[in-house]
């Protein structure tokens, strides 16, 4: 597997030992992966509304310039299980995993789990970093 770096305000997703290619997934997308990111351990649909509050801080970060109700309401269906919300945007970053590295080599970085259990990436922890 590649090493990853997030890098940048808007925590941007590079593979660096794959031609330093970019994750292109938009704020949201990028506030679940990071969310999945660091919880190595996984996570429950179920407590994603656990970490409403780094949700909401971590999505003022890196969202475009938002309102307060739209950063509140899209945080609150990713969070509402009734919601397909997460589950699309699992879905999608899976897509693009696969398509930028290779069905192969995604099954590293994609966030998946059985149904109804913990979802997590499988990428040693170890290869991703946060430079500055």
Known sequence: PSRME??????HIFFTDLGNVQLRLNPLETLVYLLFLEHPEGLRYTEV???????IS?????????TLP?????VDQLCNVLDNSLSEKISRIKRKIISLVGEDLAQ??????????????GVDRGLVSYPK
């Open 49 to 55: 509304s656990d970490h409403r509050e780094w949700l």
């Open 58 to 66: 971590t999505y003022k970060e890196i969202g475009n310039v938002r």
């Open 108 to 121: 590293h970085y994609i966030i998946d789990g059985p149904r109804d259990e913990r979802k997590r990436i």
């Open 6 to 11: 997030i890098r940048g305000m808007y925590r």
């Open 70 to 74: 739209e950063i509140l309401n899209s």
